[in-house]
């Protein structure tokens, strides 16, 4: 028989039959009412559970995982405020419910079956997927399994004490709000969880406010994997800078009262807490899983006798505040009214096409208060020596540099963090004196772990924020991408556009370092970023495109919301000179600070009707040094340097090129998965042009001599320029 059937037979014979699991007595701290309206929530979440399973079989419902067992979680719910952004375990509609008691106007059983039925008026997502989520209850819809919001949980408490410090425009949490991120025992073992409470702990023992409660809801098993009894204890009480609580999750009165302790601990000193929460899962993992495949019947009936429904029952009785009889109505009633309301809602509409699917991948812009830019004494006190500097061309790192100097006196609700970011002012002094000249609270040195540096700009963008994170090499973002594709590039989209987490990511990256760190720090792929729908991806070759260009991603990010990745060419960050020693051609003048340029704009360098040479970063530097050669060849050349790579600039590239004979795509990444695919694809079916490419070789990138061997040169682009422009055989 099915399982879930067995659990609601077993709870409807054993209250009418006074047959419950022993237990404590109730512990003081709920009232009777309140006692009784967690009961409630209890079975709504139960009763959505057994709804949700019929609806898939009726094919009305979609997959989704239940959270039987952990009803307990509504008692956590009580002992938090409303306004407590909570990230929340995917079995955790308990939770959900018991919030949306706190909150007035709520219809909750509505809602979620709307968000069952995958209809495009489910008021979370738009019918984008099944998930937990509210904005009227602070908890942003989590699509992630594997304890991947986390990082950001740890991201928003942070941002609740920055806030004291910085108030941002567009402020979200109060400032005496706490953040709450629940997980499973399973969740806790991977190593984004890990990172996550080694980085709060991290933080605690420096004595910086941190309000975060970790909460974990232990039932003993990730799927099919037993955890070992005792693991989460063991591993958890003694972690420095973390409070230990732990409580029996199948007891809604203690689950209140060690909850509460715990928030009150984390209000009131500002610290992180482990809430450590013994609970059950009933029904196996997920959708048709059969518990009873990989484990003894005996163990899964155990389980299914220690229901939390007849331990609420059982209490609440002892407490004096429902009896058994009672207890039986509410359920049999809200079984009965929840199947009548998810008949309601199979009925209602849901996207049909691609344009309705993807009209929440880009966020809502929003309004923000003008600003007149930095006055000049301000702008003089800051800069200092700096300004006379001004007047001189300059390499790309000191004009970013300066870019992020004026950025963060114009904007005081952006903040850098990054390892290395602050004292010693990055790898290679590209942030160096901001930390002298903003303080250490908006020019965060962080620790070692760059999950934990996106998962703060994720959570400070929460906050309303506006974060600049940087990741030392493109290589090292590996560690972390699911940051940025699975966190903060999809919340705008499965939140219908009513959760956001706007940011600029700094990366150092691409070839052409002359023999350091071989692939490790020379990293020619932005594949991984290129398949993001909605990201930004922005890469300058000039100090001065490098400026303008930041300007506009943290116009992005700070009025458009945008998640934003500005890729620096790690080898011109020092570049002087272009085609002879000495000569400085390669530096430019900052430009002044209301100058940018927009998104999709192309840069466009000559006017020559031979060739078009389509490139960026340093392909437009190596294009740059070619042309002499071409020029001397008879091919009068124009050079289009794309600098945004995402979403490719289609219109304006087709607009540079008109009039050319020739395309030639100068693309130092690797020829597959490369910029150079979607280009190639824009011109084959847009125009008749003969159209080339100069690619880096599908290899990695060595150390030594051989450091740009697989990787465009000059020679190649000459080379094949020259014979696609039919001068050379």
């Known amino acids: 028989m099915d399982r879930a059937e067995i659990v609601h037979q077993n709870f409807l014979t054993r209250v009418a039959a006074g047959d419950f699991p022993q237990g404590a007595p109730p512990c003081p701290g709920l009232t009777a009412p309140e006692a009784v309206l967690l009961f409630r929530a209890q079975v709504l979440s139960r009763a959505l559970d057994r709804t949700s399973r019929a609806m898939q079989k009726a094919g009305q419902g979609f997959y989704t995982i239940g959270s039987s067992g952990h009803e307990g979680m509504a008692a956590v719910a009580q002992a938090l405020r409303p306004t407590d952004i909570a990230f929340l375990h995917y079995r955790d509609a308990a939770f959900q419910i018991a919030r949306a008691e706190q909150v007035p106007g709520q219809q909750i059983a509505w809602d979620m079956l709307l968000s069952f039925a995958c209809s495009s008026q489910d008021p979370t997502s738009g019918g984008r997927h099944k998930v937990l989520g509210s904005k009227a209850l602070m908890i942003p819809p989590q699509t992630s399994t594997i304890a991947s919001h986390l990082p950001k949980a740890v991201g928003a408490a942070y941002a609740l004490g920055a806030a004291r410090r910085h108030v941002p425009e567009h402020r979200q949490l109060p400032e005496d709000g706490i953040a709450m991120c629940s997980f499973g025992d399973a969740s806790a073992n991977h190593s984004t969880a890990q990172g996550a409470i080694n980085t709060a702990g991290w933080t605690s023992v420096q004595s910086i406010p941190l309000p975060l409660l970790f909460v974990c809801e232990d039932n003993g098993i990730g799927i099919s994997v037993k955890t070992p009894k005792g693991w989460i204890q063991a591993s958890m009480e003694h972690r420095p800078g973390v409070r230990y609580f732990q409580a029996n999750g199948l007891d809604i009165y203690e689950t209140h009262a060690v909850a509460k302790a715990a928030a009150d601990y984390v209000r009131t000193r500002r610290k992180p807490a482990f809430l450590h929460l013994k609970t059950v899962r009933l029904y196996g993992h997920a959708g048709a899983d059969v518990p009873t495949t990989y484990l003894p019947k005996s163990e899964v009936e155990a389980d299914e006798a220690n229901d939390p429904l007849l331990h609420s029952v059982r209490l609440l009785d002892e407490a004096g505040a429902l009896s058994p009889d009672q207890a039986l109505t509410i359920y049999r009633e ?19 096409t691609a344009d309705d699917v993807r009209a929440s991948l880009i966020p809502p812009k929003r309004v923000c208060n003008p600003t007149n830019g930095p006055g000049t004494d301000a702008r003089a006190a800051l800069f200092g020596g700096d300004m006379r500097a001004m007047d001189d061309p300059q390499p790309m790192s000191r004009l970013i540099n300066w870019a992020l100097t004026d950025l963060m006196l114009e904007h005081r609700e952006i903040v850098c963090m990054g390892e290395d970011v602050g004292r010693k002012g990055g790898v290679y002094g590209v942030t160096q004196k901001l930390q002298q000249r903003f303080g250490a609270d908006r020019v965060i040195d962080t620790l070692l772990d760059e999950q934990s540096i996106l998962g703060l700009a994720i959570g400070m963008g929460h906050n309303g924020f506006v974060p600049i994170p940087e990741i030392q090499f493109l290589a090292y973002l590996h560690n972390a991408e699911d940051q940025i ?11 219908n556009g009513q959760f956001t987490n706007p940011m600029v990511l700094r990366i150092a990256g691409l070839g052409y370092q002359k023999g350091f760190g071989g692939h490790f720090h020379n990293d020619n792929s932005l594949a991984v970023l290129r398949d993001i729908p909605g990201l930004v991806i922005a890469c300058p070759s000039t100090g001065a495109d490098a400026a303008q260009m930041l300007r506009e991603c943290v116009r992005l990010a700070r009025e458009e919301q945008r998640v934003v990745v500005f890729v620096e060419p790690i080898a011109l960050y020092p570049m002087r000179d272009l085609h002879t020693a000495q000569d400085a051609a390669w530096m430019t003048r900052y430009p002044a600070p209301g100058q940018r340029i927009a998104l999709g704009e192309v840069g466009v360098h000559g006017t ?5 040479i389509v490139t960026y970063g340093n392909g437009h530097y190596l294009s740059q040094q070619a042309l002499p050669d ?31 004979k020739h395309v030639l795509i100068v693309d130092e990444c690797r020829r597959t998965g490369s910029q150079s695919e979607g280009v190639m694809t824009l011109f084959a079916e847009n125009t008749t042009l003969p159209t080339a490419r100069v690619v880096a070789e599908d290899c990695f990138i060595a150390t030594g001599p051989a450091y740009a061997a697989p990787l465009p040169s000059k020679e190649g682009i000459v080379a094949a320029a020259l014979k696609l422009a039919g001068v050379l055989e």
């Not at 903060?488 to 939140?495: G, M, N, Q, R």
């Not at 020559?608 to 078009?612: E, H, I, S």
């Open 334 to 352: 809200t079984c009965a009214r929840t199947d009548r309301v998810a008949a309601e809602a199979a009925t209602r509409p849901h996207l049909r």
């Open 485 to 495: 594709r699975g966190e903060a590039a999809t919340l705008p989209f499965f939140s």
């Open 608 to 612: 020559g009707q031979d060739l078009a």
């Open 630 to 660: 071409l020029q001397a060849a008879g091919v009068n050349t124009r050079i289009i340097d794309m600098r945004w790579l995402a979403p490719l600039p289609e219109q304006a590239l087709l607009e540079a090129t008109k009039g050319c």
